[in-house]
């Protein structure tokens, strides 16, 4: 072989492996560890403080992100119920299986014992929906949705859209928070709240008002004994498990808050997270599902790197 033909076959060879190499360091199917491991600083934010919830309980923290882009009004009445310690004392009075955890004031059927609001609201105007807005992001998922036209996420949380009727509204998936009512639209405010422990609830869509999501603690809610009354109520006061504290983050001194940081919902990384999940290649996976479901899609938290913090 010339010298020539030599050198142009050693080329070749070596631009093979250098493809190869380059193929096995960068999997054509990321798995969502990859995604995540790959992902920069900008792909991840800060929760913000003024809007961010800790429920304290016995055995610690629940970490609750509000959402005031989709429920405005009661974002700020829970926070003014907050702010004058309206929930410090009372209790967790429902838990049922496959469904929700539920708390508020026990006496709260007893006007002479109730729980009394100094400032806040007691009930409000519902916010099932809002106007569909073109200003807020929105990564839409591929795959239909049985209960709306569109379903996507939006600043974090999973929400439903519906063109037609320029309207958009947060969806009942596990974690999400939202304010109990009566019958009557307008009979919830917030005094009452739920989180959502089981399969998806989503015929509850647009029926109550969702306010915001559990994004650290879930565990201290989902392993709570069930209630053994009407709609997983407890029956005894000794049932009840008490609330230390409901606090808005940014009134809790910096050295004792909870800093975690969120994945973007607004960026090309969740966009591979979404698809890392839709289509499954990890080894032990035999069949890819090619789709996923709004409430399928995980939206990752960590605690806040020190190079994230203001």
Known sequence: MCFRKYWIFAITLFSAAAVFAADVSQPKHPSMADVLAASKSTDWRLLDPENTLYLELPRGR???????????????????????????GLAILRVQENYVVQWGDPEAEKPDRARQILHAKRTLPA???????????????????????????????PVARDPKSG??????????????????????????LYVVIGQAPRQLDRNVTLLGRVVQGMELLTVL??????????????????????????DVPVAERTEL??????????QALIESRRNRHEEWFHVAAGRI????????VRPASTRARP
């Open 62 to 88: 629940v970490v609750i992100e509000l959402a005031p882009d989709f429920a405005s009004n009661h974002v700020a009445n829970v926070k003014a119920l907050a702010r004058e310690h309206y929930f410090d």
């Open 127 to 157: 916010e099932f929906e809002r106007a569909l807005d073109p200003a807020l992001p929105f990564t839409r998922l591929p795959d239909g949705d049985v209960y709306a036209p569109e379903v996507g996420f939006s600043g974090g949380f």
């Open 167 to 192: 309207k958009m509204w947060l969806v009942h998936c596990y974690g999400m928070v939202g304010a109990g009512r009566d019958n009557p639209t307008d009979s919830g405010g917030g005094t009452e």
């Open 225 to 250: 004994p069930r209630g053994t009354g009407a709609l997983g109520f407890y029956e005894k006061a000794e049932q009840r498990l008490p609330i230390k504290a409901i606090q808005v983050a940014a």
């Open 261 to 270: 940081e969120i994945i973007r919902t607004d960026t090309p990384t969740f």
């Open 293 to 300: 479901d709004v409430c399928n899609v995980p939206i990752p």
